[in-house]
């Protein structure tokens, strides 16, 4: 089955201490992406990544890190985590879009993070 | 920079009977697409409708239509015959191509979203 993986679901941590969010997608996609999404906010875009070894800050990129070793893992790394980073996070792939052809985004079930 | 506002935080609608959800857009691109996404409770992220810039016809799908208006940057979404399983929180978004190679959707941008309530 086509998917985007995300763990864990849930988690809660203290200020400071790092965590890393995983997602890897099985679909080959060459795009990858982070957004996070708060209350009357919507779902901004933390990083994304074009392909292995490319990546470039979204919106909100500060308190975050990315890396993309291999294709199909993105993982988000929070280095110090702080309250204000308290929020639903998704990952989400596509295929690379070409002129007029459309290539739908598919995003993981995310991730409800807590910093204390 | 582009935004995307949903001006309606909530709405609600009787069973059966048809609601239509509002977005607005500000954008100086020409070749773009538009979405309507559904994140019931359970959080996925749900691809309802899209609507490329450069048709000029409104895209439908099964009970849910945009009315999509260019000049006015306006793309609004209908659903007819409201079901309750269509409650759900539902976010417009905007994407481009990308301008690095022509390729890549490198983000869409979301609206704040418009809580979607069916009554019984």
């Known amino acids: 089955e086509a998917q985007v993986t995300q763990n864990p679901r849930y988690l809660i941590t203290v200020t400071g201490k790092k965590l890393t969010v995983t997602c890897s997608q099985n679909?080959?996609?060459?795009?990858m992406s982070w957004y996070r999404q708060d209350p009357g906010l919507g779902l901004r875009q933390i990083y994304y990544s074009m392909n292995v070894e490319v990546t470039d800050k979204g919106d909100v990129p500060e308190g975050y890190k990315v890396s993309r070793k291999e294709k199909r893992n993105f993982p988000l790394i929070l280095e110090s985590p702080s309250p204000n980073q308290t929020s639903l996070y998704f990952c989400?792939?596509?295929?690379?879009?070409?002129?007029?052809?459309?290539?739908?985004?598919?995003f993981g079930n995310g991730t409800r993070l807590t910093v204390t | 920079a582009q935004t995307v506002t949903q001006s309606q935080p909530e709405m609600s609608v009787q069973e059966a009977e048809t609601v239509t959800l509002s977005c607005t857009y500000d954008?100086?691109?020409?070749?773009?697409?538009l979405f309507w996404y559904k994140q019931p409770p359970s959080r996925q992220m749900i691809l309802v409708i899209r609507q490329e810039a450069y048709k000029q016809q409104n895209a439908t799908e099964n009970r849910f239509s945009v009315n999509f208006q260019k000049a006015a940057k306006s793309f609004s979404l209908k659903i007819s015959d409201s079901q309750l399983g269509d409650a759900a929180m539902y976010f417009c978004?905007?994407?481009?191509?990308?301008?690095?190679?022509?390729?890549?959707?490198?983000?869409?941008?979301f609206g704040t979203g418009t809580r979607l309530t069916i009554i019984p």
């Open positions: 978004a905007y994407g481009i191509l990308g301008r690095i190679s022509n390729f890549g959707n490198e983000k869409l941008t």
């Open positions: 954008t100086s691109e020409s070749d773009y697409y």
């Open positions: 989400a792939s596509s295929k690379l879009w070409d002129r007029k052809v459309y290539s739908p985004l598919h």
């Open positions: 679909m080959n996609h060459e795009y």
